[in-house]
């Protein structure tokens, strides 16, 4: 009977263990959620800290911008996002480089014109004077439910 329960506490340990995210992991996820709020909010200064200065940032359709068009595109209300809902996401992260992969929903308002739009993401996060900056985002096209 002991040695069952001390294979169950093992297996807890285990478990708890393998599903724990790491303080960079928690920190990048953080990263994620300042940038989703950045880009609802339309917040230029946040925007700004967020992007590493070489950003390449992708759109589905193929257009790539750089993080003074990111940021300009973003704070004129020009991609006007209403809401952003994350989901199924991943983060891995690799000495300084996080790789970060969601399904992303949003109902937007570019120009004026009501839309929503359901995109598979992938971020690039590098770690920069102690703080994780998004250096690359890649989107692609995803079927709407």
């Known amino acids: 009977?002991?040695?069952?329960?001390?294979?169950?506490?093992?297996?807890?340990?285990?478990?708890?263990?393998?599903?724990?995210?790491s303080k960079d992991e928690k920190d990048v996820t953080a990263a994620v959620e300042f940038m989703r709020k950045a880009m609802v909010d339309g917040n230029r200064a946040d925007l700004t800290k967020l992007a590493a200065d070489?950003?390449?940032?992708g759109h589905s359709s193929g257009k790539i911008q750089n993080k003074a068009e990111f940021v300009e595109a973003i704070a004129?209300?020009?991609?006007?996002?209403?809401?952003?809902?994350?989901?199924?996401q991943t983060v891995k992260v690799v000495g300084t480089t996080a790789i970060v992969r969601h399904k992303l929903s949003a109902q937007t308002n570019d120009g004026g014109k009501p839309g929503s739009t359901v995109l598979g993401i992938m971020l690039i996060f590098q770690k920069q004077k102690g703080q994780w900056l998004l250096l690359a985002?890649?989107?692609y096209k995803l079927p709407t439910p």
């Open 54 to 57: 070489d950003l390449s940032y």
């Open 76 to 88: 004129s209300g020009a991609s006007d996002f209403v809401t952003i809902d994350l989901t199924e």
């Open 1 to 21: 009977m002991k040695k069952l329960h001390l294979l169950l506490f093992a297996c807890l340990i285990f478990t708890a263990t393998a599903f724990a995210q």
């Open 137 to 139: 985002r890649q989107a």
